[in-house]
């Protein structure tokens, strides 16, 4: 799909050249190699969603035939074979809904068009998207499928506000896995004031191989406890058995140098941090 241009400036080269300007440094810092800037200038600028041309759904083999296929079932495949190098291959992705968490119940509830798509998206049952037991399915299943970015508050130093967001029908069907060959990552476009998903190869790819994107945050931890709680929501697993109870230091803790003690410290806090990762879980 191809839009109206929002730079408009009469030299192409300038008006580029202001595009890097004023993205250079989330370009680098999602890792977007530089011989795919213009790629991605001139789609952002065009508004131009073509991932349909490359990319088709497929179905779990093991999945009868029903009218409505569940979207756990449903998974995104290539339709040829792309190289991280590939200038080309570089992919608008939309985002259906942002919101933050203390607003999340009461935009559900004045917007009824927004919860039958939720539902859509998610595979819920919606006959009547006022009602709150359909609301409340939506926000319990918004976390299989919540990324996040945050915001610097303008006028308040030091103040930052946690948008979450769920993709379009399209990024939602990306499934997740521990050695992903995409990446995808927030991208905040100046032109239109709008944040939009960017999805990239990040390995080879076959014509007709699976694209999955990374679990958030799960290369930050190595214990599979750890694993197992940030991919809780994608993976439900018993974890009934882990001690979360919380030990205050004695006072011998605070008499001795603490780089003597940091092994120790670490291990004490150990549980605390695994607790904390599961609230966390959705962050880029």
Not at 71 to 78: C, Q
Not at 108 to 124: A, F, Q
Not at 134 to 158: D, H, P
Not at 178 to 187: L, S
Request: net charge negative.
């Amino acid at each position: 799909m191809e839009g109206n241009m929002i730079y408009n400036i009469e030299n192409e080269e300038d008006m580029f050249k202001l595009f890097v300007a004023s993205h250079e440094s989330q370009l680098k810092s999602i890792g977007l190699s530089e011989n795919k800037w213009k790629t991605l200038y001139r789609k952002l600028n065009n508004s131009i969603f073509d991932a349909g041309n490359d990319f088709m759904y497929s179905q779990d083999e093991d999945v009868e035939d029903e009218e409505t296929v569940p979207r756990s079932h449903l998974h995104v495949y290539t339709k040829s074979a792309m190289e991280p190098e590939d200038q080309d291959h570089i992919y608008l992705i939309d985002h259906a809904w942002t919101y933050t968490l203390d607003n999340a119940k009461a935009v559900l509830k004045g917007n009824e068009h927004l919860v039958e798509r939720m539902c859509s998206i998610m595979n819920l049952p919606c006959k009547d998207p006022s009602e709150d037991e359909v609301i409340e399915n939506v926000l319990k299943e918004t976390w299989k499928y919540n990324n996040s970015y945050i915001l610097q508050n303008a006028n308040q130093t030091g103040s930052f506000t946690r948008c979450w967001f769920i993709m379009d029908e399209f990024g939602s069907r990306i499934h997740r896995s521990e050695d992903p060959t995409f990446a995808i990552a927030p991208f905040f476009f100046c032109g239109d004031k709008m944040m939009y998903s960017l999805l990239f190869p990040v390995i080879n790819v076959s014509e007709g191989e699976e694209v999955t994107c990374a679990y958030p945050r799960l290369k930050n931890y190595h214990s599979e406890e750890m694993k197992m709680s940030v991919k809780y929501p994608w993976e439900p697993c018993e974890l009934s058995h882990i001690d979360y109870t919380q030990s205050e230091p004695d006072l011998d803790y605070f008499m001795f140098d603490t780089s003597e003690n940091e092994s120790n410290k670490n291990q004490r806090y150990k549980m605390v941090d695994f607790l904390a990762v599961i609230v966390l879980v959705a962050e880029l």
